[in-house]
């Protein structure tokens, strides 16, 4: 019994961390919320690897992961990018309601949300996933959580000191609805994505790839810390497209 549990014990923590995230985001403490995002992918990563090796995989396993990832790589990237828009100065609307004692006050942007068009681009992601039985070494689109970090270190890369001067280009509304855009496109996508696991001899493309992502990203992760996310982010993408143009 707890043998079975040990991998929905790290789905919860990844959930956890999910909410800690929303809070955080919601909050504007965003690196803190990035910090928490990047727990709970950790958790993500090992709630599956100790299914595996215990031998303890189930549909349940399957169905509370991809809840947990709908707030952790969904929800809270949808936060963040909202609180984007709305620094990012788009028009806002006043609300006003009354009825007998009752009144209603407030203020919404409605351009910002826009951002939570990341949570249901990321719920059709991973309800597909779901539906998925064949076991393969790739991914089909760019995986949930890999958007969640490119869009959690958004704040953080717009005020690192070596790209301050793009900063005003990226916070604009037109360019926050392209990222938008584009996170929901990549996610969906049926390209062949690089995946972090299923390495064979047979194909050293498996390793190679992977292995000049990991090399980029510590150089990446020693210049800029945790604004890296977004060039590594970016690689993986790039380096996926290349791997499926070349057909290898």
């Known amino acids: 019994m707890i043998r079975k549990s040990i991998p929905h014990i790290f789905t919860l923590l990844n959930l956890f961390c999910g909410c800690a995230a929303v809070f955080l ?78 009144s209603l006050v407030f203020t919404i942007v409605p351009l910002a949300l826009v951002g939570f068009l990341i949570p249901l681009g990321a719920a059709f992601r991973l309800a597909r996933f779901n539906l998925i039985t064949e076991k393969v070494s790739f991914f089909r689109g760019v995986p949930t959580p890999a958007v969640a970090l490119f869009i959690v270190a958004l704040p953080l890369f717009i005020q690192h000191p070596l790209f301050m001067s793009i900063k005003g280009f990226i916070l604009t509304p037109i360019a926050l609805t392209i990222i938008v855009a584009l996170s929901v496109f990549f996610m969906n996508i049926h390209w062949k994505m690089i995946a972090l696991k299923g390495f064979s001899r047979s194909d050293p493309w498996t390793i190679i790839f992977p292995l000049i992502l990991l090399l980029i990203s510590i150089v990446m992760f020693y210049i800029l810390g945790l604004a890296a996310l977004i060039i590594i982010i970016i690689t993986y993408i790039v380096l996926s497209l290349l791997k499926n143009v070349l057909g290898i």
Request: net charge negative; proline share 1%.
């Open 25 to 102: 985001a919601f909050s504007h403490f965003f690196h803190a919320a990035l910090v928490a995002v990047m727990l709970g992918v950790f958790f993500d990563f090992f709630d599956g690897f100790f299914a595996r090796i215990l031998n303890v995989e189930s549909a349940l396993g399957v169905q509370l992961d991809s809840l947990a990832d709908m707030i952790t790589s969904g929800f809270v990237p949808g936060v963040v990018m909202y609180q984007l828009f709305m620094i990012s100065g788009a028009k806002s609307v006043d609300f006003f309601y009354q009825y007998e004692n009752f």
